[in-house]
């Protein structure tokens, strides 16, 4: 698959972990309370973005 262009950012994330959770390709990960993002295995597919209580998911061109 091409990876699409942009980037993923996160904004007044409250740390819920459910993001995480819902990720199959292991580019996000709660740890110690806090969300990372692994751009590297991020494929921009925002399956993430559509669980986010907050709306704190958005794609970045
Ligand atoms: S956009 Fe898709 S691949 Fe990237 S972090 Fe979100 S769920 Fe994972
Ligand atoms: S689902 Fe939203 S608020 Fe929760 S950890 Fe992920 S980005 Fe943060």
């Given at each position: 698959?091409?990876?699409p ?28 309370g ?19 209580p907050?709306k ?6």
């Open positions: 698959m091409v990876r262009e942009g980037l993923l950012a996160i904004i007044g994330c409250n740390n819920c972990g459910k993001c995480a959770l819902v990720c199959s390709h292991g580019a996000l990960q709660h740890h110690n806090r969300v990372t993002i692994d751009y590297d295995l991020c494929i921009l597919c925002m399956d993430c973005a559509e669980v986010c907050i704190a998911i958005v794609y970045i061109e």
